[in-house]
Every structure is written in structure tokens, then in C-alpha cells.
């Protein structure tokens, strides 16, 4: 499963988060894979997609996370390609052109 983790940082302060990640890495455990991320422009979140099959992985990984003043909150998500596949049968015909 896809989740997209938004991350808040305290005070839009990202430093001490840059720290912790070049001392000691993601700290991901195992069958929890990061996907990609993007930063916004002020600071104030961060927007990481993660990929696993059991949601604890990412609540043991958010508390190798605890003391950094970073607000956690995750939400499962899918592929718009895939959503479409789900919603196509209900779309029902496309009228004239």
C-alpha cells in the first residue's frame, strides 16, 4: 500500500529533522520503503510517499522520529491510474461529441 506522509515541522523549523537525517538517517525499518518527497516552499511540511503492506512499520517508524518537533499524519492512498480503473464502470457512456 501507498501512504503519503505529511510531516509538520515546529515552528517551520526543518534544521533539526536535516540534522537527524544526516546523522542517522531515514531509519526506516525493514518492508517500509520511501518512496519520494517534497519540501513546501515556507517550511512548514514536508510531503513523503511511503510504500508498505502493514501500517506498524510506519508507527515504529515515526517514533524513531519522537524529540525532533516534527507532527506526523498519514494517510493511505492510490494511484490515480488505478482509481480511474474502479470509477470507470460508473462513468456510464460518454455522450456525443
Do not use: K
Not at 8 to 21: E, G, I, K, M, S
Amino acid at each position: 500500500m501507498l501512504f503519503m506522509v505529511i510531516e509538520t515541522f515546529a515552528d517551520n523549523d526543518v534544521v533539526p529533522v536535516y540534522q537527524r537525517l544526516r546523522e542517522q538517517g531515514r531509519a526506516l525499518p525493514e518492508g517500509l520503503e520511501y518512496v519520494d518527497s517534497w519540501i513546501e516552499a515556507s517550511f512548514a511540511h514536508c510531503f513523503q510517499l511511503m510504500r508498505c503492506d502493514d501500517a506498524r512499520l510506519l508507527q515504529e517508524w515515526v517514533l524513531q522520529w519522537r524529540g525532533t518537533g516534527v507532527h506526523f499524519e498519514i494517510v493511505p492512498v492510490v494511484p490515480s491510474s488505478e482509481t480511474r480503473a474502479v470509477v470507470e464502470p460508473y462513468l456510464g457512456t460518454p455522450g456525443p461529441g
